[in-house]
């Protein structure tokens, strides 16, 4: 094996397990991660982090990404199992698979939906990834329509909400109105509003059957968007 290979391959172990560690750290520490820490507990001298992370900020970054695409990855999973015609069963296919994922992993969760962290900006790199749920959700509503399943409600907005879903629309959803553009988005939000009630203990002792309540929240979104049973 070249040794250009090898180096390669050292680094990119190094680089996971530099991001293995300051996960872990997530998990204890919040977001308030420390590249001194996390060399500490590698045995690494801190001057030798910075060949891998230059900076904090690139070392959130990473993990940023990653978490995106693992939650990418388990909503557009979800979504390709269920069944292509029946598309309330896709949306709590979706809706069920984001709230797994936070569950499983609640420091990425917090990292992504929490608390900003100070100081830190995210770089247009990570817009994408970002994009993946909401994308799966509205997608099912795109293809609702172009079936003939799903219809736009003919919803009144105010014309700054109109122009500004317009705008979303071209660019991801063409053709999708914007009345239920703005429909799929409040379940969005919604859904994200129950996991993150959920995981960050707004329902304790408030709400004790989660399961139930989750799939109820979900179908009365489902209800909302107008997803026929």
Request: proline share 7%; charged share 25%; with cysteine.
């Amino acid at each position: 094996m070249p040794a250009s290979s090898i180096r390669a391959r050292v680094r990119a172990e190094m680089l996971d397990e530099i991001k293995a560690v300051a996960r872990r750290h997530l998990a204890t520490d919040g977001a308030n991660l420390s590249l001194r820490a996390v060399a500490r507990d590698m045995g690494m001298v801190s001057s030798a982090i910075y060949r891998y992370f230059p900076s904090r900020d690139d070392l959130l970054t990473a993990l940023i990404l990653e978490a995106y695409d693992a939650l990418g990855d388990a909503v557009e999973s979800a979504d390709a199992g269920a069944d292509r015609q029946d598309l309330r069963g896709r949306w709590h296919a979706v809706c069920r698979a984001a709230r797994d994922w936070a569950l499983a992993h609640p420091a990425e969760y917090a990292l992504l939906y929490g608390s900003p962290v100070p100081g830190y900006a995210a770089p247009d790199d990570t817009v994408l990834p970002a994009q993946r749920p909401p994308v799966t959700l509205v997608g099912i509503l795109r293809d609702g329509l172009v079936d003939g399943r799903l219809a736009a409600p003919d919803d009144k907005l105010p014309e700054p909400v109109r122009a500004d879903l317009a705008e979303i629309a071209a660019g991801l959803f063409p053709g999708l109105p914007e009345s239920l553009l703005a429909r799929g988005m409040a379940g969005w939000t919604q859904l994200f509003g129950l996991i993150s009630f959920e995981l960050f203990g707004r329902l304790n002792r408030a709400v004790p059957h989660r399961d139930a309540y989750f799939d109820h929240q979900t179908g009365l979104m489902a209800d909302l968007i107008g997803l026929p049973r």
